[in-house]
């Protein structure tokens, strides 16, 4: 009897130590699972940035990537296409690698916007000075070399300068928007006066936004904008019109707790939930208007992934859980859509950070990361799959061919740039890695409420 049980007794302990074996095998092939999915985000990011980096043209001053490889007219200095969006991926390739050699990229191509900034005329975020002065913060930052400093100071006097006296306040131009005009210029002040502790630059901002409720249009019991006086369409969403507008009025609010410019934030909102398309608890806002009130956008230019930012960033600063329901419903309609699989009149063969697949990936990423919705996540990474699919190989790296324009779905190119390119999808790549190594990008945009 006693045999039996010590034969029982050695069966358990076999059994629980196979048992042991079989779980810990299960938990490594898992864990390699996610470091594969980790590594497989982090090294076609790095395939992007190897790609870029052949494009590299060498200059007296320091190193430029034309937007286009091989087209030196494609070379620039705008935050959308050009060589700062380039330098901004490095920099958070070399947070996410820790090898030097990205942030001496980066180093030779804010070398060169330092030897040029001063003759910039353009003051907007993503075609000229602001830009240009947000990329020089962050290489401050990753390098902590004063000249880039310097170079930030250059940038905020060439703004100062560049202000023009109208009305109450001061614009730059005559453009309002996000992309080139007073919101965006407005928010990398907003940006900058926190990094660098100058109220009088809290004050300029004011300004700038002082005039743009001077421009805005009352309608609906709201107000609306023009991208400028003089352009003839008025498109009501994030990059271009009054939900960028908006957006910058409340990040104003949230830094001055001046009561007007809530206010102007608010009767932006009210006129674009005036107009927006709300069936199926989704919310589209058209592209523009008098005639495009037809055609809806997906991505942060003309779509929800942009539009939401200021639903959210009004949630923010008012408590009110109404705005969050808001930037639901905007990520409902693109769930709705159909898209990656599909492709709609405002979303074509794009995978961009601005029109297109990057941009909606990030959003659903953004979005998971306040709602803990497995949902988001879930989509997130089905538009990057759909994004990694359609990446050509070139040599040992990797490029994207897309349709930048709607109208021009022939035109068919491979960009290096931020919001139309390589870099742009690169940075998504890169914040997407992070989130899986339960980490967090280092860049954060002026434009960005997440």
């Known amino acids: 009897m006693k045999k039996k049980k010590i034969k029982e007794n050695q069966g358990l302990q076999y059994i629980t130590v196979v048992s042991l074996l079989l779980i810990i095998v299960f938990s490594a092939g898992i ?231 809530l206010d102007g934030a608010l009767a932006g909102a009210k006129y674009l939930l005036a107009i927006a398309k709300t069936e199926g608890d989704a919310c589209l806002i058209f592209h523009h208007e008098p005639d495009g009130k037809d055609l809806y956008y997906l991505g942060w230019c003309h779509g929800p992934v942009g539009t939401a930012r200021l639903f959210y960033r009004l949630y923010e600063v008012t408590g009110d859980k109404t705005w969050l329901d808001w930037v639901k419903k905007s990520a409902n309609a693109i769930l709705e859509s159909g898209i990656p699989e599909k492709q709609t009149p405002g979303y074509w063969n794009n995978v961009s950070r601005c029109c297109g697949a990057a941009g909606v990936a990030e959003f659903f990423l953004d979005l998971y990361r306040i709602t803990k919705n497995k949902d988001y996540i879930a989509f997130s990474k089905k538009v990057t799959n759909h994004i990694l699919k359609k990446a050509a190989p070139e040599g040992k790296g990797l490029k994207w061919i897309q349709a930048e324009h709607r109208v021009k779905p022939d035109l068919l190119l491979a960009q290096t740039g931020l919001m139309q390119g390589a870099a742009g999808i690169g940075m998504w790549l890169l914040k997407l890695n992070a989130f899986e190594k339960g980490k967090k990008e280092k860049i954060i945009f002026p434009d960005s409420p997440f």
């Open 31 to 261: 864990a390699a699972g996610c470091n594969d999915a980790e590594s497989l985000y982090l090294d076609k990011a790095l395939q992007a940035a190897e790609w870029i980096k052949s494009s590299a043209v060498k200059t007296p001053d320091g190193v430029v990537w034309p937007g286009v490889p091989g087209e030196l007219k494609s070379v620039s200095k705008n935050l959308y296409a050009g060589t700062p969006g380039v330098v901004l991926f490095f920099l958070e390739t070399y947070y996410s690698t820790g090898n030097k050699s990205y942030l001496e990229d980066a180093c030779e191509g804010a070398n060169h916007l330092l030897a040029s900034t001063s003759e910039e005329k353009n003051m907007g975020l993503y075609t000229g000075v602001a830009g240009v002065g947000f990329v020089l913060e962050e290489t401050f930052k990753a390098t902590g070399k004063k000249k880039y400093r310097d170079g930030v100071r250059q940038c905020i006097q060439l703004i100062r300068s560049g202000a023009e006296n109208k009305g109450k306040g001061i614009q730059w131009d005559k453009y309002t928007d996000i992309i080139s005009g007073s919101a965006g210029t407005g928010l990398f002040l907003l940006y900058i006066a926190r990094k660098l502790e100058d109220p009088t630059i809290y004050d300029l901002a004011a300004q700038a936004g002082t005039r743009l409720l001077e421009m805005g249009i009352p309608e609906k019991n709201g107000l609306k904008w023009f991208m400028s006086p003089d352009y003839p369409k008025l498109m009501p969403n994030f990059s271009h019109g009054t939900a960028g507008i908006a957006y910058f009025l409340a990040t104003l609010y949230q830094h001055t707790k001046k009561k007007e410019f």
